[in-house]
């Protein structure tokens, strides 16, 4: 027999617990699966300086905060990772292996996103020896080491000065003539020493026997290309160069938007009954903690609304 609820979380991020507060706190019953830790993708990330009321706070203790508070007002959580999603006149079931189908009246699917390849030769092969998308994680692998941050975005310039506080020198590979991030946190990283800036620049290849060795980087105005030798287990690339919505579970039931992402109407509905989307998995420009929370607490009381009618 599957455990029925009125509404199913699908991931335990920002967006999937603020739903289940503002689901729970409708009076309806809620569970949240979710695969690994609580609190989702910022969990990964050392400090939170955006997220209004906590000026200063770690990724992990915001995510593990997200997990308490729904708990606290009765929000379940199964832990547990999904491996599909059917449909039936009841609602929707999801698979979950050992842990037993879980039912739900409504799904709101919170899936969130995974960290988006950049396509260098060897970036996949040198995946966790040598090549790492998670600063918190690895960073301390790199301690007095030199590592190369790939992106030039809000998250590149965040975590490079994370890093910068470990590794002995960061060195920011840009593939345009300038960042992407807010202004703020590029004057913050021209002040720190130990790290410097490659623009118009791109790694296209990786090689070495178990560990990186040599790295090519092109020039992306004269497209001159340069191999640089390193000592293997003494160099690191962090990429962080955007995030990739995880839709596979429900891209049967919605219809995915040019970045990869699910669209919703504002009020979160995909076009499918009962189905709502919130946080990164939504196409969206804006994929931030902020975001997720808002639209999580938009499609719990969308979901609210579909079951009351
Ligand atoms: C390095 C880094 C730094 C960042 N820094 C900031 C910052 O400073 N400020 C800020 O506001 N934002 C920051 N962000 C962005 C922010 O983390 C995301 O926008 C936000 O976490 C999105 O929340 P979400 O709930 O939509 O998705 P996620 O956080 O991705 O959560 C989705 C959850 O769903 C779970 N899941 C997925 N598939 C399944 C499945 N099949 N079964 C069960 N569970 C599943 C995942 O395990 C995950 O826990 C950063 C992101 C990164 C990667």
Redesign the pocket.
Request: charged fraction near 20%; charge should be negative.
């Given at each position: 027999m599957a455990d029925t609820y009125d509404v199913v979380i699908?991931?335990?991020?920002?967006?999937?617990?603020?739903a289940g507060i503002y689901a729970v706190r409708s009076g309806l019953h809620t569970v949240v699966?979710?695969?690994?830790?609580?609190?989702?993708?910022?969990?990964?990330?050392d400090?939170?300086?955006?997220?209004p009321g906590i000026p200063h706070i770690s990724?992990a203790e915001l995510?593990q905060r997200f997990e308490e508070h729904a708990a606290s007002l009765g929000v379940e959580t199964v832990y547990?990772?999904?491996?599909a999603v059917g449909h039936s006149e009841q609602g929707f079931i999801l698979e979950?292996g050992p842990s037993g189908p879980i039912e739900g009246r409504a799904l709101i699917v919170?899936?969130?996103?995974?960290?988006r390849e950049v396509g260098f030769e060897g970036e996949r092969a040198f995946r966790g020896r040598g090549v790492s998308?998670?600063?918190?994680c690895d960073g301390m692998f790199y301690r007095d080491k030199t590592v190369f941050v790939v992106g030039g975005g809000?998250?590149a310039c965040?975590?490079a000065i994370y890093l910068s506080h470990i590794a002995r020198e960061v060195i920011m590979v840009v593939r345009r003539d300038e960042f992407r991030a807010p202004k703020g946190i590029v004057d913050e990283l021209n002040e720190v020493p130990n790290i410097k800036v490659r623009f118009n620049t791109s790694i296209t290849e990786i090689r070495g026997e178990r560990f990186i060795a040599d790295i090519t980087f092109r020039d992306n105005v004269t497209n001159e290309v340069v191999v640089e030798h390193f000592d293997e287990g003494t160099v690191g690339i962090f990429v962080?160069a955007g995030?990739l919505p995880?839709t596979d579970?429900v891209s049967g039931y919605v219809e995915l938007g040019p970045d990869g992402g699910i669209l919703t109407d504002e009020n979160m509905a995909t076009g499918f009954p009962g189905l709502f989307a919130?946080?990164?998995?939504?196409s969206k420009r804006l994929?931030?903690?902020?975001?997720?929370?808002s639209?999580?607490a938009i499609a719990a009381t969308s979901a609210y609304h579909y079951l009351r009618q």
């Amino acid at each position: 027999m599957a455990d029925t609820y009125d509404v199913v979380i699908l991931g335990g991020g920002a967006a999937g617990y603020t739903a289940g507060i503002y689901a729970v706190r409708s009076g309806l019953h809620t569970v949240v699966i979710e695969q690994g830790m609580p609190g989702g993708q910022i969990a990964t990330t050392d400090m939170v300086d955006n997220y209004p009321g906590i000026p200063h706070i770690s990724g992990a203790e915001l995510g593990q905060r997200f997990e308490e508070h729904a708990a606290s007002l009765g929000v379940e959580t199964v832990y547990a990772m999904v491996t599909a999603v059917g449909h039936s006149e009841q609602g929707f079931i999801l698979e979950t292996g050992p842990s037993g189908p879980i039912e739900g009246r409504a799904l709101i699917v919170a899936t969130g996103a995974v960290p988006r390849e950049v396509g260098f030769e060897g970036e996949r092969a040198f995946r966790g020896r040598g090549v790492s998308y998670c600063a918190t994680c690895d960073g301390m692998f790199y301690r007095d080491k030199t590592v190369f941050v790939v992106g030039g975005g809000n998250a590149a310039c965040e975590e490079a000065i994370y890093l910068s506080h470990i590794a002995r020198e960061v060195i920011m590979v840009v593939r345009r003539d300038e960042f992407r991030a807010p202004k703020g946190i590029v004057d913050e990283l021209n002040e720190v020493p130990n790290i410097k800036v490659r623009f118009n620049t791109s790694i296209t290849e990786i090689r070495g026997e178990r560990f990186i060795a040599d790295i090519t980087f092109r020039d992306n105005v004269t497209n001159e290309v340069v191999v640089e030798h390193f000592d293997e287990g003494t160099v690191g690339i962090f990429v962080f160069a955007g995030t990739l919505p995880v839709t596979d579970l429900v891209s049967g039931y919605v219809e995915l938007g040019p970045d990869g992402g699910i669209l919703t109407d504002e009020n979160m509905a995909t076009g499918f009954p009962g189905l709502f989307a919130a946080g990164d998995v939504r196409s969206k420009r804006l994929r931030q903690v902020i975001t997720a929370a808002s639209d999580g607490a938009i499609a719990a009381t969308s979901a609210y609304h579909y079951l009351r009618q």
